[in-house]
């Protein structure tokens, strides 16, 4: 999107380590919110609460979502949402990780996490949230139940995560210099053998270049299956070296024609675009189907500049709210996700001369709002499931051994 949602890298051995000790209820469902008050009851003890949201910080245009949200909710419900802006929230799941094992189980320093893939599953794993707590929401009405909101990867959310906005990985292209955009990975290498020097993707861990090799993957490989599958290395390494070869295969032969012959890559969307619009690139990727929009709105592209996704579809992921189990603030963070799942919240997130998130509400819940924000026309591409997050880490480390250099 601009990136919807933050890059998911592996833990630091640290957390990995406080992981394993805290593993032994793993499968283990909460069960810390059994007792569940009427809405009106959190509404008068989420009053005066200050929620620290901890949050991708890397977008301006999100940035000023969150602060027009803070107004809101101090308006109407007198609830402060402060944003703690954080480059990855793995960060913050070290940090529940360490309160944990502190024994701190209220008074936490985190009331509310942007999450999803590898963070949500380390989280729930460790019994780091606070849930089931969807059903309680009044907004939770309006969520469009079609989308994938039941799986965050491969992993039941179960009430413990309420779906914010949809992520699909897609790409932008100007007609004016390519007419005919590929179709496929396969055709995207032949463009790019046709037009050396053209074409390119973020560089890995950053989010949307680890989203390319996985859709590329995905494509490529003859074994799909095997990706939706928890992955535990070293023990699965003869199988890892099998599903992944023809990504090796395939980015040996896309470098050697690629920007900068495949020994410097942009360093996220944001770049992609800016080299589209110079003409550098022929492609620009993201994982917001209206970043062509915002970036046309926002004066960054051509207005002849179009989205599109492959013919088999597009990796789709939906990024999602949470609270932690030991957060002081509850009751307001219960507030302010509810709010933002709210049709007036959604439909400014939506809009792209703003952020251009896309809604994860079913188009009725908007008819009731005043132009433009009462049509919300979003109509996602065919979706791609994301991977088991377990083969995110060993992707990247193999990417970096192998091109990282």
Same mark, same amino acid.
């Given at each position: 999107?601009?990136?919807?949602?933050?890059?998911?890298?592996?833990?630091?051995?640290?957390?990995?380590?406080?992981?394993?000790?805290?593993?032994?209820?793993?499968?283990?469902?909460?069960?810390?919110?059994?007792?569940?008050?009427?809405?009106?009851?959190?509404?008068?003890?989420?009053?005066?609460?200050?929620?620290?949201?901890?949050?991708?910080?890397?977008?301006?245009?999100?940035?000023?979502?969150?602060?027009?949200?803070?107004?809101?909710?101090?308006?109407?419900?007198?609830?402060?949402?402060?944003?703690?802006?954080?480059?990855?929230?793995?960060?913050?799941?070290?940090?529940?990780?360490?309160?944990?094992?502190?024994?701190?189980?209220?008074?936490?320093?985190?009331?509310?996490?942007?999450?999803?893939?590898?963070?949500?599953?380390?989280?729930?794993?460790?019994?780091?949230?606070?849930?089931?707590?969807?059903?309680?929401?009044?907004?939770?009405?309006?969520?469009?139940?079609?989308?994938?909101?039941?799986?965050?990867?491969?992993?039941?959310?179960?009430?413990?995560?309420?779906?914010?906005?949809?992520?699909?990985?897609?790409?932008?292209?100007?007609?004016?210099?390519?007419?005919?955009?590929?179709?496929?990975?396969?055709?995207?290498?032949?463009?790019?053998?046709?037009?050396?020097?053209?074409?390119?993707?973020?560089?890995?861990?950053?989010?949307?270049?680890?989203?390319?090799?996985?859709?590329?993957?995905?494509?490529?490989?003859?074994?799909?299956?095997?990706?939706?599958?928890?992955?535990?290395?070293?023990?699965?390494?003869?199988?890892?070296?099998?599903?992944?070869?023809?990504?090796?295969?395939?980015?040996?032969?896309?470098?050697?024609?690629?920007?900068?012959?495949?020994?410097?890559?942009?360093?996220?969307?944001?770049?992609?675009?800016?080299?589209?619009?110079?003409?550098?690139?022929? %492609? #620009? $990727?993201?994982? =917001?189907? @209206? +970043?062509? &929009?915002? /970036?046309?709105?926002?004066? !960054?592209?051509?207005?002849?500049?179009?989205?599109?996704?492959?013919?088999?579809?597009?990796?789709?992921?939906?990024?999602? %709210? #949470? $609270?932690?189990? =030991?957060? @002081? +603030?509850? &009751?307001? /963070?219960?507030?302010?996700? !509810?709010?933002?799942?709210?049709?007036?919240?959604?439909?400014?997130?939506?809009?792209?001369?703003?952020?251009?998130?896309?809604?994860?509400?079913?188009?009725?819940?908007?008819?009731?709002?005043? /132009?433009?924000?009462?049509?919300?026309?979003?109509?996602?591409?065919?979706?791609?499931?994301?991977?088991?997050?377990?083969?995110?880490?060993?992707?990247?480390?193999?990417?970096?051994?192998?091109?990282?250099?």
């Amino acid at each position: 999107m601009i990136t919807p949602f933050p890059a998911l890298k592996k833990l630091t051995l640290t957390a990995a380590l406080l992981i394993s000790s805290l593993s032994a209820n793993a499968n283990e469902t909460p069960t810390n919110a059994t007792i569940t008050p009427t809405w009106q009851q959190t509404l008068t003890q989420a009053k005066g609460e200050t929620v620290y949201f901890n949050a991708w910080g890397g977008s301006q245009e999100i940035n000023d979502y969150l602060l027009w949200a803070n107004t809101q909710l101090q308006q109407r419900y007198g609830v402060t949402l402060k944003q703690v802006k954080v480059t990855d929230i793995a960060e913050t799941t070290q940090r529940l990780l360490a309160e944990k094992t502190a024994g701190k189980n209220s008074g936490g320093s985190v009331d509310m996490v942007w999450i999803n893939g590898e963070n949500f599953r380390s989280m729930k794993r460790n019994r780091l949230l606070y849930g089931p707590f969807t059903h309680q929401l009044p907004n939770w009405k309006y969520v469009d139940k079609s989308l994938p909101i039941d799986k965050d990867f491969s992993e039941p959310t179960q009430g413990l995560e309420a779906p914010w906005g949809v992520g699909q990985l897609v790409f932008i292209y100007d007609p004016e210099t390519l007419s005919n955009p590929p179709k496929s990975f396969k055709a995207l290498l032949a463009l790019a053998q046709q037009h050396p020097g053209k074409i390119s993707y973020p560089k890995p861990p950053e989010f949307h270049g680890t989203s390319f090799l996985k859709a590329a993957l995905l494509e490529l490989t003859t074994d799909k299956q095997a990706l939706y599958q928890p992955l535990q290395l070293p023990q699965d390494q003869a199988l890892f070296n099998r599903v992944t070869a023809p990504l090796w295969h395939y980015l040996d032969q896309l470098h050697k024609v690629a920007w900068h012959q495949g020994k410097q890559f942009p360093a996220g969307t944001a770049e992609t675009i800016q080299l589209l619009d110079d003409q550098q690139l022929l %492609l #620009a $990727i993201t994982f =917001n189907p @209206n +970043a062509a &929009a915002a /970036a046309i709105a926002n004066g !960054n592209l051509t207005e002849k500049a179009k989205t599109y996704a492959f013919s088999a579809g597009a990796l789709t992921n939906i990024h999602f %709210l #949470a $609270i932690p189990w =030991n957060a @002081n +603030a509850k &009751a307001g /963070a219960l507030v302010a996700i !509810n709010f933002l799942l709210s049709p007036e919240a959604q439909a400014r997130k939506a809009d792209t001369s703003l952020w251009g998130d896309p809604t994860i509400l079913s188009p009725q819940a908007f008819t009731k709002l005043p /132009a433009p924000y009462n049509q919300q026309n979003f109509k996602p591409y065919p979706s791609i499931a994301e991977p088991n997050p377990t083969w995110l880490a060993a992707i990247e480390q193999q990417w970096q051994q192998r091109y990282g250099n």
